[in-house]
Structure formats: C-alpha cells, structure tokens
C-alpha cells in the first residue's frame, strides 16, 4: 500500500526529532567535555589554524604541505582521543550519534530508502498488527524455561533454540516455522522474538493476527476502487523479509480465506521468504480445516514445533 502525504510526513518527521535530539545529545557532550577536560578545546581550535596554515604554504607551492597537514591533523586527534579517555570518557564520544549509522538517520542512503525507512512504512501501514508493542515485551533477553516441566520443558526449549538459530540464520538458510499447540505456551512470543531481531539487523517484517490479514485482504478484495491497494498489499506480504502469521485458525474460514492463504504461502515459498505460523490447532483440525494443498505446503515446507504445558499468560496474572 502506498503511503498518504501525511504518511509520508509523519515518517520524516519522526527522522527530523531523531537528529535534533541526536544534535542536542552532542551539543551537551561538547559543553561538558570543555567545560571539565583542560585543554581538549585548544586542542579543537588548533586545528583550524593548522588547516589555515598548511593551506597557504600549499598556494605558495609547498607540495609537502598537504602530507605534513594529514599527520598533523593525526596527532591532533589522538590527542583528544587520550584527553577524552584520561577522563574516563570513551574516545568517541564526540562522534555524532545516530539511531541507524547506515542513513545518519536521513532515511535514506543516496537515493534509496534505507532499510529503518521501510520498516517504518511498513509499522505504519500495518499498525493494526501492534507489532512496536509486541517488540517491547518479547524478545530473548526475556526468555525463560522456568514455567516449563518434562515433555513441556523440552519442546519448548527445542522450539527456543530452533527460534534462535532462525533469526542468527537468516541471510544464508531459508526456512519457514510453524508453532502448534495448546493456548499460552509461547508460540506468539517466540514469533515476536524472532521479529525483534530481524528488526534490530535491518530486514523488513510484516506482523498479522490471521483475523485481521483476512479482514484487511477482504474489505480491499471487494472494493473495485482498490486494485492498487490490493496489489500493493499483495506486494508487501509476498516480498517483506519475513511475514508473521499469527493464531491461524481463529479467522472465520471461507474459500476466499483458503484460497487467499495458500496464495500468499505459495507465493512467499517460490520466492524463498520466510514465513512463520503460530496456531492453536492441533495438526488434525488443521488438515480438516484447509486445503489438502494448505496442509501440504505446510508440511512439506515448514519445521514443525509442538509447544504444550499451562497458559503462562494466566499464570502470570495468578502469581503477580
């Protein structure tokens, strides 16, 4: 879907409060550093002089002038460097900061949309999947074996470490996963986590409860004045990096559903895009309930994960 101008602003301006607040963030590092290391903002001033200096004896045909000004200019850093790490202060931080290094949070990187520019498109148009929020609370710096026992345990640890070598993984070995099992085991987490770390390294991710994906293709399917929309839809969910398709099976299930699903996992499979599946059915509803071809391409072309044991979610609010 493309973005509205207001969109489109929205995005630059969230780009704009990044630099400024970067900007502010090393104004106040340098008045700091001025204000309490002796002699780093002599240091600093010299350099222009220096840089004045050996231009002119370049204008007067001085040709070792610009060597002498590159060594120069070497020894004035360093200098700064040893003042800023004297005072316990790590030698670059002067150095602009910036939330993504790769477009000094311009968004872009010559005349192409950066890789935080496109997650950003796609995190507003598809803001319904509350994907920010989902981040916020899952991921694997939180994850925990302690409400598993037995079989449980070791499912979930397999899954865990499956999840793990999914997002380490990424860019050299395609493959799709699918989490089945009883409700509250740690299928939407593991997605979640997998999305974070994804994100965190640049790749693009489209996050979807299966209620809202069918809802979303349906109400533009249907609207004859939406063909772009629906085709820009299509585009996003068969070319993002990894698409999320979470509680499978909760969706009222139609023809139009199953035709659409097995579309999109048909289509992300020839093209070699991950996918991910969590659902509460067991593998036999799920047969029963799609295509024999659906059933197919998931077992054929995912690995499978069980996950069982108490709905920690519950548990959680019992013991708070």
């Known amino acids: 879907m493309p973005l509205s101008n207001s969109q489109y602003d929205s995005i630059i301006h969230t780009y704009e409060e990044k630099q400024n607040r970067n900007r502010h963030l090393l104004e106040e590092r340098r008045d700091y550093v001025y204000k309490h290391i002796d002699g780093y903002r002599e240091l600093e001033d010299s350099i222009a002089s220096v840089s004045v200096a050996q231009g002119k004896k370049l204008l007067e045909g001085d040709e070792s002038a610009l060597a002498e000004l590159r060594l120069l200019l070497k020894e004035l850093s360093e200098a700064k460097k040893g003042l800023l790490l004297s005072a316990g202060l790590p030698s670059d ?11 000094r949070d311009t968004g872009y990187i010559g005349s192409q949309k950066c890789h935080c520019f496109k997650q950003a498109e796609i995190t507003l148009l598809y803001e319904q999947s509350n994907i920010s929020q989902l981040l916020e609370k899952e991921n694997f710096s939180v994850l925990s074996y302690e409400y598993y026992q037995g079989e449980d345990l070791s499912r979930f640890r397999n899954a865990a470490e499956a999840s793990k070598k999914f997002a380490e993984n990424f860019d050299f070995d395609y493959h799709n996963l699918f989490f089945y099992g009883t409700v509250g085991t740690g299928k939407s ?3 979640g986590c997998i999305a974070k770390e994804l994100i965190e390294n640049g790749r693009s991710v489209i996050y ?3 209620v809202r994906l069918f809802e979303t293709l349906s109400q533009i399917s249907f609207d004859h004045k939406s063909r772009e929309e629906l085709h820009s839809t299509h585009h996003d969910l068969y070319q993002c990096d990894l698409l999320i398709i979470d509680d499978l099976g909760t969706e009222l299930t139609n023809n139009f559903v199953t035709t659409q699903l097995f579309s999109c996992l048909n289509e992300r499979h020839m ?6 599946i969590s659902t509460n059915l067991s593998l036999e509803e799920l047969r029963n309930r799609y295509s024999d071809r659906i059933f197919s391409r998931i077992m054929s072309s995912y690995q499978i994960y069980k996950l069982s044991g108490p709905d920690i979610r519950i548990y959680k609010k019992l013991n708070k």
């Open 93 to 103: 931080y002067l150095e602009p900061a910036y939330d993504c290094p790769d477009c």
């Open 271 to 276: 093209r070699r895009k991950p996918t991910i």
């Open 189 to 191: 987490f593991l997605s």
């Open 208 to 210: 979807f409860s299966a």
